[in-house]
């Protein structure tokens, strides 16, 4: 019976495969108005001098938050060609560009891969706003759903109902959550989940940890000091440092990384929030800057609206209005 229920659930995952991909596309709507259209129609402008397509083309992709550096090198591809090209029909410019976009991020298509070593240690950083705890139970849903046995740390001691909110989610997966009281060390709670993982035999411990700006000194020298107690209970821990960044800050999601990556040495991105934003575009800016693997990004928020990154899904996405 159980083999068969198994089967049945394997199945349904199949079949929902073409229904994440509309996720994607759907949580990318208004990045693809604002942008990618924009972007489609310059294409066609066969009739403009290269030196005004090319400048509509950049300006194009700064608005849309995709960076100087991978903007230079989009337009690099298409002057080249543009130079190779006798004809500049848009349907080849469009393929130059398509293959571009995925050149940019295909280098951080890393899935996030769970060792045997037990208990594998994800701490989650990022600022308030970003959707840090409801990517908690988003991902414990997915780890759950491999086979992995997961506990939650819930190392938020500073914001009100942010323990409360941790154990709804471990309340909805049926997953332990090991928590302390408000405004209690964040660092020790974490070690007890820990040791209580090691006890109960659990494969993943997913610590929270407050959000703070990335302008909060003293606040990013504590998050430094969890992640030195981590490293008390198992030298090579954390095994993951997730950064939890909101798509739509665009820009500043830049700065929030780089400070991030000084203080806790990130090891992977989830960009969250993607349905709510005309700025997608920030993930070529990462990509291209950072080169941090992107392991996951947020559709929505239903539980299963965690999608690992997949890059010619991603700009497929971006393309397709139907």
Same mark, same amino acid.
């Given at each position: 019976m159980?083999?068969?229920?198994?089967?049945?659930?394997?199945?349904?995952?199949?079949?929902?495969?073409?229904?994440?991909?509309?996720?994607?596309?759907?949580?990318?709507?208004?990045?693809?108005?604002?942008?990618?259209?924009?972007?489609?129609?310059?294409?066609l402008?066969?009739?403009?001098?290269?030196?005004?397509?090319?400048e509509?083309i950049?300006?194009?992709?700064?608005?849309?938050?995709?960076?100087?550096?991978?903007?230079e090198?989009?337009?690099?591809?298409?002057?080249?060609?543009?130079?190779?090209?006798?004809?500049?029909?848009?349907?080849?410019?469009?393929e130059?560009?398509?293959?571009?976009?995925?050149?940019?991020?295909?280098?951080?298509?890393?899935?996030?891969?769970?060792?045997?070593?037990?208990?594998?240690?994800?701490?989650?950083?990022?600022?308030?706003? %970003?959707?840090?705890?409801?990517? =908690? +139970? &988003?991902?414990?849903? @997915?780890?759950?759903? /491999?086979?992995?046995? !997961?506990?939650? *740390?819930?190392?938020?001691?500073?914001?009100a109902?942010?323990?409360?909110?941790?154990?709804?989610?471990?309340?909805?997966?049926?997953?332990?959550?090991?928590?302390?009281?408000?405004?209690?060390?964040?660092?020790?709670?974490?070690?007890?989940?820990?040791?209580?993982?090691?006890?109960?035999?659990?494969?993943?411990?997913?610590?929270?940890?407050?959000g703070?700006?990335?302008?909060?000194?003293?606040?990013m020298?504590?998050? %430094?000091?969890?992640?030195?107690? =981590? +490293? &008390?209970?198992?030298? @090579?821990?954390?095994? /993951?440092v997730?950064? !939890?960044?909101? *798509?739509?800050?665009?820009?500043?999601?830049?700065?929030?990384?780089?400070?991030?990556?000084?203080a806790?040495?990130?090891?992977?991105?989830?960009?969250?929030?993607?349905?709510?934003?005309?700025?997608g575009?920030i993930?070529?800016?990462?990509?291209?800057?950072?080169?941090?693997?992107?392991?996951?990004l947020?559709?929505?928020?239903?539980?299963?609206?965690?999608?690992?990154?997949?890059?010619?899904?991603?700009?497929?996405?971006?393309?397709?209005?139907?």
């Open positions: 159980f083999g068969f229920m198994r089967k049945k659930e394997e199945a349904v995952s199949e079949e929902q495969k073409p229904g994440l991909f509309s996720r994607l596309k759907q949580s990318l709507t208004k990045t693809r108005q604002q942008f990618t259209i924009a972007l489609s129609q310059s294409l402008g066969s009739q403009v001098s290269d030196a005004e397509f090319l509509t950049e300006t194009q992709l700064l608005m849309a938050d995709v960076g100087v550096a991978a903007s090198k989009i337009v690099a591809h298409l002057i080249s060609a543009r130079a190779k090209q006798t004809t500049q029909d848009a349907p080849h410019l469009q130059v560009l398509n293959t571009a976009l995925v050149d940019i991020l295909k280098p951080c298509e890393q899935a996030l891969k769970i060792s045997a070593h037990k208990p594998y240690v994800i701490l989650m950083v990022g600022i308030n706003g %970003a959707g840090k705890t409801t990517t =908690i +139970g &988003k991902l414990a849903k @997915h780890l759950q759903a /491999e086979g992995k046995k !997961v506990m939650l *740390a819930a190392g938020d001691t500073f914001r109902a942010a323990i409360e909110q941790l154990s709804v989610w471990g309340e909805r997966n049926q997953i332990p959550v090991i928590s302390g009281v408000q405004g209690g060390d964040s660092a020790a709670i974490i070690f007890d989940a820990l040791q209580a993982a090691k006890a109960r035999d659990m494969d993943v411990v997913i610590a929270d940890t407050a703070r700006l990335h302008t909060q000194q003293h606040l020298a504590e998050l %430094a000091k969890i992640k030195r107690v =981590i +490293g &008390k209970f198992d030298s @090579h821990a954390p095994h /993951e997730l950064l !939890v960044l909101d *798509a739509g800050s665009g820009q500043n999601a830049m700065q929030q990384a780089k400070q991030f990556q000084a806790t040495d990130v090891s992977g991105i989830v960009l969250t929030k993607l349905d709510g934003t005309a700025k575009g993930v070529f800016a990462l990509a291209e800057e950072l080169k941090l693997p992107i392991r996951f947020g559709v929505g928020e239903a539980i299963d609206d965690l999608r690992a990154f997949n890059a010619e899904d991603f700009v497929a996405a971006l393309f397709e209005d139907k």
